[in-house]
T-cell receptor, first 119, second 109 residues
Framework: GAVVSQHPSRVICKSGTSVKIECRSL??????MFWYRQFPKQSLMLMAT?????????EQGVEKDKFLINHASLTLSTLTVTSAHPEDSSFYIC???????????????FGPGTRLTVL | KQEVTQIPAALSVPEGENLVLNCSFT??????LQWFRQDPGKGLTSLLL?????REQTSGRLNASLDKSSGRSTLYIAASQPGDSATYLC????????FGTGTSLTVIP
């Protein structure tokens, strides 16, 4: 099946620094990727939809200037958490949609996630 | 806005028991419903995908049902094993995915 990777799997940073998380589709070209965030004991929440070659679409309440998303190629999307604060500590998961499986039958392939800890 | 609820929040059963996890959603206008498994610190693993036109899906010891009109889905796990211990999430897809908060399952050897 399709594989989506994320790097790094775990990152610890100091407050005020920026952190970049990469999401790659390994065996298919993903025109659309999604970024989710999961706080402890809470459900996954969609942060933004990333479309290759265009600006990302952010969900309500997600600061686009804080969470920069770049989908520069069909296999790579990056999420940069700028000026990170302890409240940004969370589990970030990306997913990718295979364009050859469009429509109601499509499914998203999820990355393994990145655990961010901001000190 | 779509709301997805999972009951129970946590469940502990002895090995070998059959069990049912419940998922309910408020808006029946969905394309599909998906059950995921999440191990601690890991990403999601898709278990079963049920299209809105389907009533159930089966994979091995897992069976998921969907009653779209009543906004309910169940995940049935037969003959539970310690390796089944994980958090199980259901998600409905409308214009986006809406996730439940999950059921944390512990299967005791």
């Amino acid at each position: 099946g399709a594989v989506v990777s994320q790097h790094p799997s775990r990152v610890i940073c100091k407050s005020g620094t920026s952190v970049k998380i990469e999401c790659r589709s390994l065996d298919f070209q993903a025109t659309t990727m999604f970024w989710y965030r999961q706080f402890p004991k809470q459900s996954l929440m969609l942060m933004a939809t990333s479309n290759e070659g265009s600006k990302a679409t952010y969900e309500q309440g997600v600061e686009k200037d804080k969470f920069l998303i770049n989908h520069a190629s069909l296999t790579l999307s990056t999420l940069t958490v700028t000026s990170a604060h302890p409240e940004d500590s969370s589990f970030y998961i990306c997913s990718a949609r295979d364009p050859q499986k469009q429509g109601h039958t499509d499914t998203q392939y999820f990355g393994p996630g990145t655990r961010l800890t901001v000190l | 806005k779509q709301e997805v609820t999972q009951i129970p929040a946590a469940l502990s059963v002895p090995e070998g028991e059959n069990l049912v996890l419940n998922c309910s959603f408020t808006d029946s206008a969905i394309y599909n419903l998906q059950w995921f498994r999440q191990d601690p610190g890991k990403g999601l693993t898709s278990l079963l995908l049920i299209q809105s036109s389907q009533r159930e899906q089966t994979s091995g010891r897992l069976n998921a049902s969907l009653d779209k009109s009543s906004g309910r889905s169940t995940l049935y796990i037969a003959a539970s094993q310690p390796g089944d211990s994980a958090t199980y999430l259901c998600a409905v897809r409308g214009n986006q995915f809406y996730f439940g908060t999950g059921t944390s399952l512990t299967v005791i050897p």
